[in-house]
């Protein structure tokens, strides 16, 4: 349920464009990301930082797009969440006592502290490599490739990075974690 309530803002911006336009896509999906972000509220009293952040570029960047009337600034979105997310991330290396990941999911999986490193960086490649990627496709492809690459290629590279993830991490699960 989770995974399709994070994904359901990006279908319904797929469906929208398909719909009308890349225009008419971009006000869609700012409308569902700050349902989604209301939606959350209203279920946990709380929204994890970075969905407010991605709705309010979203909205910031969306925005421009709409007044400029220039997809690009809603193409390039992908790439600044990611960055953010790598910066997040790598920055977490080094402030605090754990990396984010650890942090986060620790509750759930028990790993030795240099494993936790190695995962939290494995994310940090990976949001970079989706970042530099969603920048070539925007501006190699046509516009409908890069709108079906949003959706299916990121939710596939996604499930085989945590697939090979979980991969990697099998290894240092013992009966306990499992």
């Known amino acids: ?62 925005g421009i797009t709409l007044a400029l009337h220039d997809p690009l600034f809603i193409k390039i ?28 999911l620790s509750a759930n999986l028990q790993l030795p502290d240099p494993v936790w490193r190695r995962v939290n960086l494995m994310w940090v490649a990976f949001f970079v490599f989706c970042g530099v990627l969603n920048l070539y496709v925007a501006y190699s492809y046509s516009e409908a490739t890069w709108v079906n690459f949003k959706l ?6 996604t499930f085989a990075f945590v697939l090979v993830q979980g991969l990697y991490l099998s290894r240092y699960l013992d009966a306990e974690n499992t």
């Open 77 to 104: 979105k992908p790439t600044i969440l990611y960055g953010l997310f790598a910066v997040v991330l790598f920055g977490s290396q080094f402030i605090g006592g754990k990396p984010l990941i650890q942090r986060l």
């Open 1 to 62: 349920m989770k995974i399709f309530l994070d994904y359901l803002p990006i279908i319904l911006f797929v469906a929208a464009y398909y719909l009308r336009d890349i225009y008419f896509a971009t006000v869609v999906l700012i409308i569902a990301l700050f349902a989604q972000v209301a939606l959350l509220w209203g279920m946990t009293r709380r929204v994890p930082r970075m969905q407010l952040v991605a709705a309010l570029l979203a909205l910031v960047l969306g």
């Open 152 to 157: 299916f290629g990121m939710l596939g590279l």
